[in-house]
């Protein structure tokens, strides 16, 4: 079984910075695609950033792109994202989530449904 759990989420300034930490169980980490999606209240659940299985391909939402970096460590079994120039729209609650593929590249615009395994979520609460 895949679990995933987030931290690094917080109340920051707007203009401010975080670092969103996901650790994923399971010895195959290498052959799963990595996503992170946001929901605020209100509103549908969004990938914002996803990267592929080794680190070489990326995907970002338009609303995000120069500000949000995704990486992973194969080595550590985790995925990052890091969030520059945050802004209150910003404000939601972020989710770490894995799908097993045999792509190499990343898919865009990916729905929620695409991936099978989700962390518990991180809230990031952006104050102007």
């Known amino acids: 079984q895949v679990q995933l759990v987030e931290s690094g989420g917080g109340l920051v300034q707007a203009g401010g910075s975080l670092r969103l930490s996901c650790a994923v169980s399971g010895r195959t980490f290498s052959s799963y695609a990595m996503g992170w999606f946001r929901q605020a209240p209100g509103k549908e659940r969004e990938l914002v950033a996803a990267i592929s299985r080794s680190g070489g391909s990326t995907y970002y939402v338009d609303s995000v792109k120069g500000r949000f970096t995704i990486s992973r460590d194969n080595a550590k079994n985790a995925v990052y994202l890091q969030i520059n120039s945050l802004k209150p729209e910003d404000t939601a609650v972020f989710y770490c989530?894995?799908?097993?593929?045999?792509?190499?590249?990343?898919?865009?615009?990916?729905?929620?449904?695409?991936?099978?395994?989700w962390g518990q979520g991180t809230q990031v609460t952006v104050s102007s």
């Open positions: 989530a894995g799908k097993w593929t045999r792509r190499l590249g990343v898919g865009a615009n990916e729905t929620p449904r695409e991936y099978d395994y």
